[in-house]
């Protein structure tokens, strides 16, 4: 790309960009060591091998993949035009994948992970969800989101093949669309969906817990460390669902809005 064209594309904010380079550094630092340390701690740590710390080390896994695959992306975008490379090479793929992976991902967990704190709670003698059903359970999430996020980067080739207009291709690999088509609509039907989906079963199943325990009923968990697990666990889900709502707002002011608002 020329020049002038190169930056029309890039558009930078500077003062945007002067604010979010030191967050996206600190994300990067941050969720590497911390979500490392979880993940190192499970697999040295053979007592631990309970489903809570499973779900949660899955969690970890799926968010060191962003921490560490994805936001380095993004930092190089914000960085300099010159991360227009991004989109001549494989890279603009492998973002494509691995931020479709974890967000899918993570969202496939809250709820398994809200479903287990109602059995631990409500129902701590007769477990519905043992080990070996949640093991098949985040195997089974993780060749879903294997099979949704290749589903997306094939959506993509064929608009990089067949596209006729001027958009160019780098804001694809950062999930940045800015119109209807069929890579758009794989990308949001989906996305919409599991996040509606995820949301609302999480908030059920934590919902059946606060009624459950305001009851008093007999057989109820009155372990008040793990009322405090349940309730760090509610509190995890809130906060990564505030943070990952901004994203598909902008998603869909992009595609329906004007672009520069944004």
Same mark, same amino acid.
Request: glycine letters at 6%; one cysteine or more; proline letters at 3%.
């Given at each position: 790309?020329?020049?002038?064209?190169?930056?029309?594309?890039? $558009?930078?904010?500077?003062? %945007?960009?002067?604010?979010?380079?030191?967050?996206?550094?600190?994300?990067?630092?941050?969720?590497?060591?911390?979500?490392?340390?979880?993940?190192? $701690?499970?697999?040295?740590?053979?007592?631990?091998?309970?489903?809570?710390?499973?779900?949660?080390?899955?969690?970890?896994?799926?968010?060191?993949?962003?921490?560490?695959?994805?936001?380095?992306?993004?930092?190089?975008?914000?960085?300099?035009?010159?991360?227009?490379?991004?989109?001549?090479?494989?890279?603009?793929?492998?973002?494509?994948?691995?931020?479709?992976?974890?967000?899918?991902? $993570?969202?496939?967990?809250?709820?398994?992970?809200?479903?287990?704190?109602?059995?631990?709670?409500?129902?701590?003698?007769?477990?519905?969800?043992?080990?070996?059903?949640?093991?098949?359970?985040?195997?089974?999430?993780?060749?879903?989101?294997?099979?949704?996020?290749?589903?997306?980067?094939?959506?993509?080739?064929?608009?990089?093949?067949?596209?006729? %207009?001027?958009?160019?291709?780098?804001?694809?690999?950062?999930?940045?669309?800015?119109?209807?088509?069929?890579? %758009?609509?794989?990308?949001?039907?989906?996305?919409?969906?599991?996040?509606?989906?995820?949301?609302?079963?999480?908030?059920?199943?934590?919902?059946?817990?606060? $009624?459950?325990?305001?009851?008093?009923? %007999?057989?109820?968990?009155?372990?008040?460390?793990?009322?405090?697990?349940?309730?760090?666990?509610?509190?995890?889900?809130?906060?990564?669902?505030?943070?990952?709502?901004?994203?598909?707002?902008?998603?869909?002011?992009?595609?329906?809005?004007?672009?520069?608002?944004?």
């Amino acid at each position: 790309m020329a020049g002038t064209e190169t930056e029309e594309v890039y $558009q930078q904010y500077y003062q %945007t960009t002067a604010l979010v380079i030191p967050l996206y550094v600190i994300t990067i630092v941050v969720g590497v060591i911390g979500n490392g340390i979880v993940i190192r $701690q499970y697999f040295i740590d053979k007592s631990i091998h309970r489903i809570f710390n499973f779900i949660i080390t899955h969690l970890a896994v799926a968010d060191m993949i962003i921490c560490a695959l994805f936001t380095p992306l993004l930092l190089v975008y914000r960085s300099h035009a010159s991360a227009m490379l991004v989109a001549y090479s494989p890279l603009c793929e492998f973002a494509l994948f691995s931020s479709m992976l974890a967000i899918s991902m $993570q969202y496939f967990l809250f709820p398994l992970l809200a479903f287990h704190r109602k059995d631990v709670m409500l129902n701590p003698r007769e477990p519905k969800l043992l080990f070996k059903k949640a093991k098949n359970f985040v195997y089974g999430f993780w060749a879903t989101c294997v099979a949704v996020s290749a589903g997306l980067v094939g959506m993509a080739w064929y608009i990089f093949l067949h596209r006729e %207009t001027g958009e160019p291709k780098f804001y694809r690999c950062l999930l940045i669309n800015t119109g209807i088509d069929a890579f %758009t609509l794989y990308f949001l039907i989906y996305s919409a969906a599991q996040y509606g989906m995820s949301i609302m079963i999480t908030v059920y199943f934590y919902y059946k817990v606060w $009624q459950g325990l305001n009851t008093k009923t %007999t057989g109820l968990n009155a372990s008040a460390e793990e009322r405090h697990i349940t309730k760090l666990c509610f509190w995890l889900a809130i906060v990564y669902t505030c943070c990952w709502t901004p994203f598909l707002v902008v998603q869909v002011s992009g595609i329906f809005g004007r672009q520069e608002t944004v």
